[in-house]
């Protein structure tokens, strides 16, 4: 597949050729001279924290196509914990942490309470896949299936990292954690098991449902602004690699992003009304392995004996998720 | 060790480790015929526990705090329907503002859900509190709650003698539930009762309780002869005769509050410690008994009720109601505010001198610098 | 009564130092009890933990405020916490650096006697040895021959209760050759002044 780019000649006032800025709206969120910087810096995050990145990404360009006018609710979980350490607060939006399984019926009520003063405020709600697929899943289905007008974030890091990686319904099989431990006969989380949220939030038909990743942040920016272009129940799955969890160097966080997309294992696409509008192509495909090898999470998989058949398993899954996504078909992009 | 059939648990600090382990032991066919059930919340966990239980397994579960108001309702129905559950709780603060450190606000939340509450001074004791529990439970058919304090005994590593497996095998017999689900006899359990018997359910649950209190004492007994060892029971007095000045505690402070008693005593005030293993049911006769001889008690816990005060103060007040002993009430160390050996000496000090007031709650640590610097005074 | 306050950042094994420690005492009969100050503690972060021993049952469990001896693990944690608080003029101080150390500036720091002050390269050694930066079992070794608190031969015992195989080989060189740099650095000075361990008592009830 060959993509083509028009190409432009900067001049400088004679012909000598030279660089510029993008104007500004074509510029991303964050190169934007007053993006909101929603999560200031010194928060407690680790290195290379895939989830510090994301949110932020995620919340700037939520307010800037808010015009500023966004308030937010925030499950319990890394994010919550490393952005507000007694006594300081990393927020420059007005923001609410609640309880870890309630985020969703909290945002439903923000924007409820919203609607009955009359203010046009957007509201956007926010946790990990352990608040969103777990403990929050009945208040996110109900929000969805009410319809209510939240933008709901999932940021994926495949586990309960804030209490010391266990099991999420979003691990994948394979993976170690710490109640999926490779001790046993069965290495890490077992096949067969966990959810796609975001085909479950499509089967409620909801205005909008997208996938991202912190490798692309254009493309993360995109799909919010796009999100809160809709009204009424969005849902945007980020995955966001976590160096801790997944015992992984924390220089890799977004290649490692890069190529769980790359790899088939995490389609990018977006959905309205429950039909899938967009995918995005795989440019470069590779091997599951690629991705793998640099966790430690599935250390358990390679070297001596090592699991080839497991690999195998995650392999197939990637290729059913290309077939099923049509990540290799020319045209795939978003119309 | 006790052999639970059904673990159902979600993560939440400071239980998290003690569910991994078990994870672990599950996985590595350590903890034979043994299923693990990676749940989705503690609603999930402790439904589970109640599904597994009425199906005759032994179930365990483990929680805290957030957690353990999660699961409130199937906590309440667990106890209802008297099944005979085991559950640690990491007893940890609740929020907002959230906060992961110990006190006993979870646990107390909790004490009118129908659960026997046993609460360890130590990790020796947690370890024993568990092994009596499940017979305890079984014995009475009532769920048993073992509260330790999160962190300061959750992640202490101190000595624990471990029993022997064939010693806990004897003491823990496979468990014979008291009501099954079976098809070969169906039952049906939770039965929806009006107005005409839900007062006598009540009734019984209660008897029930009361029962319990003696089966907590007859357990603990065994469990000294088994193991020569004194854990676990009702009550346990320290220096308790002729004491003018007693300190009542529940939890790990039961070890700085023996200290205390002994610097005391050495300057010739007459102190001694009560610490209250059963909370629940509340023990009125040990309590009785052991405060008796006493002219102040000085109650001291990691809790209170917002609006009112002391919670335990207030049973042991009544416990001691028609006896000629003040009662004072103190809260400290909520939150994961060390409980220092100093504030503990100065506050039973302060009540041996009658110099605190009764009838209203004294903070024992309050940070006036802290509310000061807040604008208030 | 010996009390020993373990500072470091997450990720560098301070727990594990202060239960190790405790399982060494147990090693030798004596009373011991670990925890940390645990926090919601990202990699990175500042972790304390202590660890009592005695030679008699331990009751309590309240944070060490006055240790006679606290362990940095990281220098950077100097001007960061109070690593030195409740500092005794006989405790000992031991800190991983691999650099020339000044405790000028920082807070207790001239309550510190020169003479108790040791510091070791402890994270480089152990990339030597282990070939990766955890500083802890080499710390051991050094606190060993430093207070006496416990012998060497007991943190080897806690050592491979802790680790397996190879790498519980790795760390015991590791402790090995850091305890005797230590026991050869301060021969003469530290060691002598030691509450040296007669007949398994530690110290006295502080
Ligand atoms: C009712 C309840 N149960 C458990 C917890 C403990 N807890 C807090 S955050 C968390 C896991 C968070 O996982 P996730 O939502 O995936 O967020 P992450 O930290 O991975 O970003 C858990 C189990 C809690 N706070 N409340
Ligand atoms: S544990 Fe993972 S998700 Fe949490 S702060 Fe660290 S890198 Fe981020
Ligand atoms: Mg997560």
Same mark, same amino acid.
């Given at each position: 597949?060959?993509?083509?780019?028009?190409?432009?000649?900067?001049?400088?006032?004679?012909?000598?050729?030279?660089?510029?800025?993008?104007?500004?709206?074509?510029?991303?969120?964050?190169?934007?001279?007053?993006?909101? $910087?929603?999560?200031?810096?010194?928060?407690?995050?680790?290195?290379?924290?895939?989830?510090?990145?994301?949110?932020?990404?995620?919340?700037?360009?939520?307010?800037?196509?808010?015009?500023?006018?966004?308030?937010?609710? $925030?499950?319990?979980?890394?994010?919550?914990?490393?952005?507000?350490?007694?006594?300081?607060?990393?927020?420059?939006?007005?923001?609410?942490?609640?309880?870890?399984?309630?985020?969703?019926?909290?945002?439903?009520?923000?924007?409820?309470?919203?609607?009955?003063?009359?203010?046009?405020?957007?509201?956007?709600?926010?946790?990990?896949?352990?608040?969103?697929?777990?403990?929050?899943?009945?208040?996110?289905?109900?929000?969805?299936?009410?319809?209510?007008?939240?933008?709901?974030?999932?940021?994926?890091?495949?586990?309960?990292?804030?209490?010391?990686?266990?099991?999420?319904?979003?691990?994948?099989?394979a993976?170690r954690?710490?109640?999926?431990?490779t001790a046993g006969d069965?290495p890490g989380?077992?096949?067969?098991?966990?959810?796609?949220?975001?085909?479950?939030?499509?089967?409620?038909?909801?205005?909008?449902?997208?996938?991202?990743?912190?490798?692309?942040?254009?493309?993360?920016?995109?799909?919010?602004?796009?999100?809160?272009?809709?009204?009424?129940?969005?849902?945007?799955?980020?995955?966001?690699?976590?160096?801790?969890?997944?015992?992984?160097?924390?220089?890799?966080?977004?290649?490692?992003?890069?190529?769980?997309?790359?790899?088939?294992?995490?389609?990018?696409?977006?959905?309205?009304?429950?039909?899938?509008?967009?995918?995005?192509?795989?440019?470069?495909?590779?091997?599951?392995d690629?991705?793998l090898r640099l966790q430690g999470r599935y250390a358990h998989l390679f070297g001596e004996p090592g699991r080839p058949d497991l690999v195998a398993?995650?392999?197939?899954?990637?290729?059913?998720?290309?077939?099923?996504?049509?990540?290799?078909?020319?045209?795939?992009?978003?119309? | 060790?006790?052999?639970?059939?059904?673990?159902?648990?979600?993560?939440?600090?400071?239980?998290?480790?003690?569910?991994?382990?078990?994870?672990?032991?599950?996985?590595?066919?350590?903890?034979?015929?043994?299923?693990?059930?990676?749940?989705?919340?503690?609603?999930?966990?402790?439904?589970?526990?109640?599904?597994?239980?009425?199906?005759?397994?032994?179930?365990?579960?483990?929680?805290?705090?957030?957690?353990?108001?999660?699961?409130?309702?199937?906590?309440?129905?667990?106890?209802?329907?008297?099944?005979?559950?085991?559950?640690?709780?990491?007893?940890?603060?609740?929020?907002?503002?959230?906060?992961?450190?110990?006190?006993?606000?979870?646990?107390?939340?909790?004490?009118?859900?129908?659960?026997?509450?046993?609460?360890?001074?130590?990790?020796?004791?947690?370890?024993?509190?568990?092994?009596?529990?499940?017979?305890?439970?079984?014995?009475?058919?009532?769920?048993?709650?073992?509260?330790?304090?999160?962190?300061?005994?959750?992640?202490?590593?101190?000595?624990?003698?471990?029993?022997?497996?064939?010693?806990?095998?004897?003491?823990?017999?496979?468990?014979?539930?008291?009501?099954?689900?079976?098809?070969?006899?169906?039952?049906?359990?939770?039965?929806?009762?009006?107005?005409?018997?839900?007062?006598?359910?009540?009734?019984?649950?209660?008897?029930?309780?009361?029962?319990?209190?003696?089966?907590?004492?007859?357990?603990?007994?065994?469990?000294?002869?088994?193991?020569?060892?004194?854990?676990?029971?009702?009550?346990?007095?320290?220096?308790?005769?002729?004491?003018?000045?007693?300190?009542?505690?529940?939890?790990?402070?039961?070890?700085?509050?023996?200290?205390?008693?002994?610097?005391?005593?050495?300057?010739?005030?007459?102190?001694?410690?009560?610490?209250?293993?059963?909370?629940?049911?509340?023990?009125?006769?040990?309590?009785?008994?052991?405060?008796?001889?006493?002219?102040?008690?000085?109650?001291?816990?990691?809790?209170?009720?917002?609006?009112?005060?002391?919670?335990?103060?207030?049973?042991?007040?009544?416990?001691?109601?028609?006896?000629?002993?003040?009662?004072?009430?103190?809260?400290?160390?909520?939150?994961?505010?060390?409980?220092?050996?100093?504030?503990?000496?100065?506050?039973?000090?302060?009540?041996?001198?009658?110099?605190?007031?009764?009838?209203?709650?004294?903070?024992?640590?309050?940070?006036?610098?802290?509310?000061?610097?807040?604008?208030?005074? | 009564?010996?009390?020993?306050?373990?500072?470091?950042?997450?990720?560098?094994?301070?727990?594990?130092?202060?239960?190790?420690?405790?399982?060494?005492?147990?090693?030798?009969?004596?009373?011991?009890?670990?925890?940390?100050?645990?926090?919601?503690?990202?990699?990175?972060?500042?972790?304390?933990?202590?660890?009592?021993?005695?030679?008699?049952?331990?009751?309590?469990?309240?944070?060490?405020?006055?240790?006679?001896?606290?362990?940095?693990?990281?220098?950077?944690?100097?001007?960061?916490?109070?690593?030195?608080?409740?500092?005794?003029?006989?405790?000992?101080?031991?800190?991983?650096?691999?650099?020339?150390?000044?405790?000028?500036?920082?807070?207790?720091?001239?309550?510190?006697?020169?003479?108790?002050?040791?510091?070791?390269?402890?994270?480089?050694? *152990?990339?030597?040895?282990?070939?990766?930066?955890?500083?802890?079992?080499?710390?051991?070794?050094?606190? *060993?021959?430093?207070?006496?608190?416990?012998?060497?031969?007991?943190?080897?015992? *806690?050592?491979?209760?802790?680790?397996a195989g190879p790498v519980?080989?790795?760390?015991?060189?590791? *402790?090995?050759?850091?305890?005797?740099?230590?026991?050869?650095?301060?021969?003469?000075?530290?060691?002598?002044?030691?509450?040296?361990?007669?007949?398994?008592?530690?110290?006295?009830?502080?």
């Amino acid at each position: 597949m060959t993509s083509t780019r028009e190409t432009r000649l900067y001049q400088v006032g004679t012909f000598a050729a030279g660089n510029r800025l993008l104007d500004l709206e074509d510029r991303s969120v964050q190169a934007h001279p007053d993006r909101t $910087n929603a999560i200031t810096s010194g928060h407690r995050a680790c290195r290379g924290c895939g989830e510090a990145l994301g949110a932020r990404f995620v919340l700037d360009a939520a307010v800037r196509a808010a015009g500023g006018d966004l308030v937010t609710a $925030n499950a319990t979980g890394c994010l919550e914990v490393f952005s507000t350490p007694y006594p300081e607060s990393s927020w420059q939006v007005p923001w609410l942490h609640s309880l870890f399984g309630n985020a969703p019926a909290v945002a439903s009520g923000m924007a409820a309470g919203l609607r009955a003063q009359g203010r046009a405020t957007r509201v956007v709600g926010q946790a990990g896949d352990g608040g969103t697929v777990d403990i929050g899943f009945g208040c996110l289905s109900g929000m969805f299936e009410r319809n209510d007008d939240v933008l709901f974030v999932c940021y994926d890091n495949q586990g309960y990292m804030n209490t010391g990686v266990q099991r999420s319904g979003a691990t994948p099989p394979a993976a170690r954690t710490a109640t999926t431990s490779t001790a046993g006969d069965v290495p890490g989380n077992p096949f067969g098991q966990g959810k796609s949220a975001p085909l479950i939030a499509m089967a409620h038909e909801i205005p909008y449902v997208a996938t991202a990743t912190v490798a692309d942040l254009r493309d993360l920016e995109d799909k919010v602004t796009r999100a809160m272009e809709h009204h009424g129940a969005r849902y945007l799955h980020v995955l966001v690699p976590c160096p801790l969890g997944w015992a992984a160097d924390p220089s890799d966080t977004v290649r490692l992003a890069r190529l769980a997309t790359e790899s088939g294992l995490f389609p990018l696409f977006e959905a309205e009304h429950g039909e899938v509008t967009g995918v995005t192509p795989i440019r470069h495909r590779v091997p599951v392995d690629d991705y793998l090898r640099l966790q430690g999470r599935y250390a358990h998989l390679f070297g001596e004996p090592g699991r080839p058949d497991l690999v195998a398993r995650l392999q197939a899954g990637a290729d059913r998720n290309i077939a099923r996504f049509g990540l290799l078909e020319e045209g795939g992009d978003r119309p | 060790m006790c052999r639970p059939q059904v673990v159902a648990a979600y993560p939440i600090s400071p239980q998290t480790h003690i569910v991994e382990a078990l994870s672990d032991l599950v996985r590595t066919g350590e903890l034979a015929q043994c299923e693990y059930l990676t749940v989705e919340s503690e609603f999930a966990a402790m439904s589970a526990c109640i599904g597994a239980s009425a199906v005759g397994a032994r179930a365990y579960t483990a929680s805290a705090s957030q957690g353990l108001l999660f699961m409130a309702e199937a906590v309440f129905n667990a106890s209802g329907l008297g099944l005979p559950i085991v559950m640690t709780v990491a007893n940890r603060a609740i929020g907002a503002p959230i906060n992961i450190w110990n006190d006993h606000s979870d646990a107390m939340a909790l004490r009118d859900a129908g659960w026997i509450q046993l609460y360890a001074a130590d990790v020796q004791e947690a370890t024993d509190l568990h092994l009596q529990a499940f017979v305890v439970a079984e014995r009475t058919s009532l769920p048993v709650m073992v509260c330790m304090d999160g962190f300061v005994l959750t992640h202490a590593v101190e000595e624990v003698d471990l029993p022997e497996q064939e010693q806990v095998d004897a003491f823990v017999p496979p468990f014979v539930p008291q009501q099954l689900l079976d098809p070969d006899d169906p039952v049906t359990i939770g039965a929806m009762v009006g107005p005409e018997a839900f007062t006598e359910v009540r009734y019984l649950m209660q008897q029930r309780m009361d029962t319990a209190i003696g089966t907590v004492a007859e357990v603990a007994h065994d469990f000294r002869e088994a193991f020569g060892r004194s854990s676990g029971g009702l009550v346990r007095g320290y220096r308790l005769e002729d004491a003018d000045t007693v300190l009542v505690t529940l939890g790990s402070v039961a070890g700085a509050a023996t200290e205390v008693v002994d610097e005391l005593r050495e300057q010739g005030i007459a102190a001694g410690t009560l610490t209250l293993t059963c909370f629940r049911p509340w023990p009125d006769e040990a309590v009785r008994e052991a405060l008796a001889g006493a002219r102040r008690v000085v109650v001291l816990e990691r809790a209170f009720s917002v609006g009112r005060g002391s919670i335990v103060g207030q049973d042991v007040r009544d416990s001691l109601h028609d006896l000629p002993v003040t009662v004072v009430e103190a809260v400290g160390g909520l939150g994961g505010r060390p409980v220092r050996r100093s504030d503990v000496r100065r506050l039973v000090e302060g009540v041996a001198a009658d110099l605190l007031p009764t009838g209203r709650l004294h903070f024992l640590d309050l940070d006036h610098a802290l509310l000061a610097s807040a604008g208030v005074r | 009564m010996f009390n020993v306050r373990f500072h470091g950042r997450g990720g560098q094994g301070v727990v594990t130092a202060a239960e190790m420690l405790s399982v060494a005492a147990f090693d030798c009969g004596l009373h011991a009890q670990a925890f940390p100050t645990f926090g919601s503690e990202r990699t990175g972060a500042p972790v304390t933990s202590y660890c009592r021993v005695d030679d008699r049952p331990i009751r309590f469990h309240e944070p060490i405020e006055e240790p006679q001896a606290i362990v940095v693990q990281d220098p950077t944690l100097l001007h960061a916490v109070p690593v030195l608080a409740g500092v005794q003029p006989s405790s000992y101080v031991l800190l991983n650096t691999s650099r020339e150390l000044s405790l000028a500036g920082v807070p207790d720091g001239d309550r510190v006697a020169p003479d108790r002050l040791v510091t070791l390269a402890a994270t480089d050694l *152990a990339r030597e040895v282990l070939g990766r930066p955890v500083p802890n079992t080499a710390l051991l070794g050094a606190l *060993a021959a430093l207070t006496g608190v416990v012998p060497l031969e007991a943190v080897l015992v *806690a050592i491979r209760q802790r680790f397996a195989g190879p790498v519980a080989e790795a760390n015991v060189e590791l *402790a090995v050759r850091a305890h005797a740099s230590v026991a050869h650095d301060s021969m003469g000075t530290v060691r002598a002044m030691g509450p040296a361990r007669a007949g398994g008592t530690v110290g006295g009830r502080a």
